[in-house]
């Protein structure tokens, strides 16, 4: 039977690889560092992609005891970027080339029993590297590091050595399996519910590599209704098991069609963000819990049914999650626009295979890219990387991420970057007008991103545009029957090379920072679900945040039925979703009349008096009093003859009710109401007080099999617990107890937000988190920290 070892503690590093590392004595001198590891602890941002480019070393001691000397042992690293040579007692072991996969070294034949062995790895960070992404630009810090867990398996030589579930929404099963030294044994395969009952069961000769057999009465994997099983393989000697692995799986059919995508059957649009593995200071190395968050947000913040894992296969608990809370994930093999030489394009080649087999018993996994992303036509390159995806995965589809039109579709399923969208023009473009085959499924792999880069400290008109793009994307690709459904770009703003970004090595692509605290684009993603009220308003309403005073378009996006507004506590109107947006499932509530009936009840307007003094006010709201268009000069002209309305009483109306210009700051109360009910209700008024606020994904931390990590937002809010996008103190960060700080102890306030990370330190016991600014109360977090 197997026994698996974390190997995440008693490393030692150096960010100068040398071959002393082949001997103890090179033991001498290391840093001594836990996986998850990053050779770079970064600044958030300033700084150069040379920092983390470096040859590495990493060496511990693994000692084998006498009783595993004829047994299969292996190391898995999980993820190794990007070229890891791994040697035992100084001999080379493995070579492994990019990043983004697992790699499985045999130490079986070389271990020396009852005795200390050298583990060393020489980590080769660098973008010179002949492997993808590499060889050109590349939109995205690619960083270093052993930065996933490793592995020990120590399992009999008569081993199960993979196992593939392939299970259809109908309850087919089959389990193709290989096996080592396992001649004259029986494979046993056993369907598990959640709760361990059998379901079905069934055995075959070692030999054959396959097991068919049908589960009755399964419940279907679907994105509202994740149902999980397990397959419980068994390898047997006279019915006694030698070797034991459980596979988790689910059962689901998916499959693209001409007219989009289908998930047992049911056509489902996918709505999606496109995720980067990044995270602040630690690149890539983050452990399960952070990667887990990022999948929970997405779902449950950002009501998304998928994701897109740009541009590599991402952490096998980013995945987990996403199979247990049903999110679809369209998962693509490394690169970025460019291909490179013979050598290259077999390490690509290479690299599908790995994807696939590694990640196929994965149900939240729909779709296969294959092509590198956004790169030029290859067909024979392309016909090897569809060919081996599809030798080893007959269930799923293949696509590839492409920036060109027409161009020669070997896969499945055309997947396009749509930039088409300025601002004012379509969202999308009709599928006809891009893929080169219509009777295959077509969808947007992504939109908006490098178009409109977005700050959370930029100004208010700014934020709305970013998320109207992105409400117009969605509402075109809805609108069209025939396209499967987008991933925006994308889910969080990420570290660059200097070849893109702001010049401060961050793209600002993300509908969130990168702590994941929410922009406003956000809220157009998690207005489309209704798993939870949303009212998020894109205004503070303090009119020195416009020009001319006049607060001007206001977008509420909510999944309600309605926007009730309210002025110094008195009826503005009850608003609609916005007929602009009719194919989005919540559109905007586009809020252009914040006087309503006021006038009426206080200037004693009858309704058509008061409609056309609003059309002026709008107007002079818009152009400025002076640059009226001749229209509203007209209608301006009409009020003073017919009404006697002067322009200076015109000029009052507006400084009381649309600009409040010399008069009290307003008050403003926003209801969303569904079914009659007010679901969810916020107040704009100009804060006097500053708050801090922070949300911790998880007070109670657990050290082992790694290192353990909580991700915290903080914000700056006022009175009413609105965001103070403009409130820029300087945040104190003071870790107590059984914890860690990951990155500086002052960290600024950017858009009101900012965040940080603490880790465990190996000990269990309580820590806190102080969190301090200037004049605001300091919020202390608890935490716990137990060893597993
Ligand atoms: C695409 C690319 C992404 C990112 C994005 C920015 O061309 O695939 O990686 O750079 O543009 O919008």
Redesign the pocket.
């Known amino acids: 039977m197997r026994t698996i070892y974390p190997l995440n503690d008693g490393w030692g590093f150096t960010e100068q690889y040398s071959p002393a590392l082949l001997t103890t004595a090179g033991l001498e001198g290391l840093t001594p560092v836990r996986l998850p590891h990053t050779v770079k602890i970064l600044p958030y941002n300033h700084f150069s992609q040379m920092d983390y480019q470096m040859l590495s070393g990493y060496a511990r001691v693994l000692h084998a005891p006498e009783d595993w000397q004829g047994k299969y042992v292996a190391l898995t690293f999980f993820g190794a970027a990007h070229r890891a040579t791994v040697y035992l007692n100084g001999q080379q072991m493995a070579d492994h080339n990019t990043g983004y996969t697992a790699f499985t070294v045999d130490l079986s034949d070389k271990l020396r029993w009852g005795q200390d062995n050298l583990l060393t790895v020489a980590l080769d960070s660098r973008d010179s590297l002949d492997t993808p992404p590499f060889g050109k630009v590349v ?2 810090m690619t960083f270093g590091g052993i930065y996933r867990e490793v592995e020990l398996e120590v399992a009999d030589q008569r081993r199960i050595a993979d196992v593939f579930v392939q299970a259809d929404m109908d309850g087919a099963l089959t389990c193709e399996f290989s096996v080592q030294h396992a001649g004259g044994l029986t494979l046993e395969a056993a369907v598990l519910d959640e709760d361990g009952t059998v379901l079905a069961q069934a055995a075959a000769p070692a030999q054959t590599g396959t097991i068919s057999m049908q589960v009755p009465h399964v419940r279907p994997w679907r994105v509202d209704d994740p149902a999980l099983y397990r397959l419980r393989v068994r390898l047997l000697e006279r019915g006694a098991a030698v070797d034991e692995t459980l596979v988790r799986f689910g059962f689901r059919r998916v499959e693209f069609r001409a007219d989009g995508f289908y998930l047992n059957g049911e056509k489902i649009k996918l709505r999606g963000l496109d995720r980067h593995q990044s995270y602040p200071y630690l690149g890539y190395a983050a452990p399960a819990r952070a990667q887990k968050r990022d999948a929970d947000i997405l779902k449950y913040e950002l009501g998304c049914n998928a994701v897109r894992t ?2 590599y296969p991402q952490s096998h608990h980013f995945i987990d999650r996403c199979d247990e809370i049903g999110l679809l994930v369209f998962t693509e093999f490394p690169g ?1 626009q460019h291909i490179g030489g013979a050598a290259w394009k077999r390490q690509a080649v290479e690299n599908v295979r790995e994807m696939v087999l590694q990640y196929r018993n994965h149900p939240s996994i729909f779709l296969w890219g294959v092509r590198i ?2 790169s030029p036509d290859d067909d024979a390159f392309y016909a090897a990387t569809n060919q081996a995806a599809h030798a080893l995965d007959p269930t799923r589809p293949t696509s590839g ?1 492409r ?1 060109i039109k027409y161009s020669h579709l070997l896969e499945d399923v055309y997947a396009y ?1 749509e930039f088409i969208h300025t601002g004012d023009n379509q969202g999308c473009e009709p599928k006809r007008a891009v893929t080169s085959d219509m009777s295959k499924g077509y969808f947007i792999s ?1 939109h908006n ?3 409109y880069p977005t700050k959370p400290f930029d100004d208010e008109p700014h934020r709305l545009s970013q998320a109207l793009r992105h409400a117009r994307v969605l509402n075109d690709m809805m609108a069209q029957e025939d396209i499967g459904g987008s991933f925006g ?1 994308c889910m969080f703003d990420y570290n660059t090379t200097r070849d ?1 970004g702001s010049g401060d090595r961050i ?1 600002y ?1 993300g509908v969130m920072d990168m702590f994941r605290n929410p922009k406003l684009a956000a809220a157009v993603y998690a207005s489309q679900s209704d798993s939870r009220p949303v009212l998020t308003v894109s205004s503070t309403m303090d009119i020195g945040e416009h020009p001319g005073g006049a607060v001007g378009e206001i977008a509420v996006f909510t999944n309600a039925d309605a926007v009730r507004l309210y002025r110094n506590d008195e009826l503005v109107g009850t608003f609609p979703p916005s007929a602009q947006y009719p194919a989005m499932l919540h559109p905007p509530v586009l809020l252009e009349d914040t006087v309503g009936q006021l006038m009426e009840r206080h200037e004693g307007f009858s309704r058509e008096v008061s409609e056309s003094v609003k059309t002026v006010l709008r107007g002079i709201s818009k152009h400025g009093q002076w640059g009226l268009p001749q229209e509203i000069l007209d209608q301006e002209a009409r009020l003073q003859r017919e009404q006697g309305i002067s322009h200076d009483e015109i000029i009052r109306l507006y400084n009381t009710y649309m600009a409040s210009w010399g008069g009290h700051s307003v008050s403003w109360r926003f209801e969303a109401v569904r079914d009659g009910a007010v679901v969810r209700a916020c107040t704009l008024a100009p804060a006097e007080t500053v708050h801090l606020e922070a949300d911790c994904d998880s007070l109670a931390l657990t050290d082992g099999p790694t290192w353990d990590m909580a991700s915290i937002r903080i914000r700056a809010v006022g009175e009413q617990g609105n965001v103070l996008p403009y409130c820029t103190r300087a945040v104190c960060l003071e870790v107590q107890g059984a914890i860690e700080l990951i990155g500086p102890k002052a960290v600024p306030l950017c858009g009101g937000m900012t965040g940080c990370y603490v880790r465990t330190t190996g000990q269990s016991g309580d820590g806190a988190l102080i969190i301090s600014a200037d004049g605001a109360e300091p919020l202390t977090l608890c935490f716990s920290v137990t060893k597993a």
């Open positions: 939109d995205y740009s541009h970025w992303n956004e991420v920036c970057n992504e991103g490098h178009m770009w893109f793209c692509h």
